[in-house]
């Protein structure tokens, strides 16, 4: 049981590139969540999907997009990176309705945008 | 929305004390409330949690004390160890979480 799994964990961008990062979670959970950590700040929410086929925006959404693929994974894709988006990017289930239960976290995914 | 801050960005503490770490919350609706403990380069982890029909809960080591006339939780540690250094934050719950930017607990031995 590994609970919530992010890929890559490290990731260097160029200004302008592209990525996904990937999120599976194997706890059955119907919510999940995509949060950024910077220095100082609290974790803050980029976008969530409350169950299958859902997805809604969060405090910070501008410049990112999502996908549920299914109810296992969640994906976070920055079309064009920017150097504002250098961060610790978090993906986090829950098994409750939305925002009700425990958050499971990831270990993380590193990102520096140069 | 809601407002959430921690009142120590750091606090040192010596092995076998209690430690003691405060959080404010500003709007009096968040009902769920979390403590979650970070170590470098992990993932938060889940430490209590207590609901808004309480005002403490006890865990092994741990106790979560709210005070919702004041918008406060605390979060205590008995006998603080070193494995128990790490950086704490409290959530608070609102339509969805709101995080405070957590205090880092330091263990001296």
């Known amino acids: 049981n590994a609970g919530v799994t992010q890929t890559p964990k490290f990731q260097v961008l160029k200004t302008g590139q592209s990525m996904t990062l990937q999120c599976a979670q194997d706890?059955?959970?119907?919510?999940m969540y995509w949060y950024r950590q910077d220095p100082g700040m609290g974790l803050r929410l980029i976008y969530y999907s409350a169950s299958e086929g859902t997805t809604d925006k969060g405090e910070v959404p501008n410049g990112y997009n999502v996908s549920r693929l299914n109810k296992r994974e969640f994906s976070l894709r920055l079309e064009s990176a920017a150097p504002s988006q250098t961060s610790v990017y978090f993906c986090a289930s829950s098994g409750s309705g939305a925002n009700t239960g425990e958050l499971f976290f990831g270990e993380g995914s590193r990102l520096t945008v140069l | 929305g809601e407002s959430v801050g921690l009142h120590l960005p750091t606090l040192s503490v010596q092995e076998g004390d209690n430690s003691i770490i405060n959080c404010a919350y500003s709007n009096s609706a968040s009902d769920y409330f979390i403590w979650y403990k970070q170590e470098s380069g992990k993932g938060p982890q889940f430490i209590i949690d207590i609901r808004s029909n309480m005002d403490k809960r006890q865990g092994q080591r741990v106790t979560v004390l709210l005070n919702k006339t004041v918008k406060h939780l605390s979060l205590q540690i008995a006998a603080t160890q070193p494995g128990d250094s790490a950086v704490y934050f409290c959530?608070?719950?609102?339509?969805?979480?709101?995080f405070g930017s957590g205090t880092k607990l330091n263990v001296k031995p």
């Open positions: 706890m059955n959970h119907n919510s």
């Open positions: 959530a608070a719950n609102h339509n969805k979480f709101y």
